[in-house]
């Protein structure tokens, strides 16, 4: 991600997965990618709840 603020102090990988669990659908300008997915992965098998989101 490009979002200096967000980044600069949080590794790459670890920003990516904590966007996913706030609810972003994609990522773009991901900095490591191989980083990124082993990050997701790795808050899957803890069993991170997802935000839930209320539908109209």
Excluded: Q, Y
């Amino acid at each position: 991600m490009n979002m200096k603020g967000v980044t600069k102090d949080n590794s790459p990988g670890i920003v990516d997965k904590d966007a996913i669990l706030a609810g972003n659908d994609l990522l773009e300008f991901t900095e490591d990618v191989p980083k990124a997915i082993a990050e997701i992965k790795k808050a899957i098998k803890k069993r991170l709840d997802l935000p839930k989101r209320n539908r109209c």
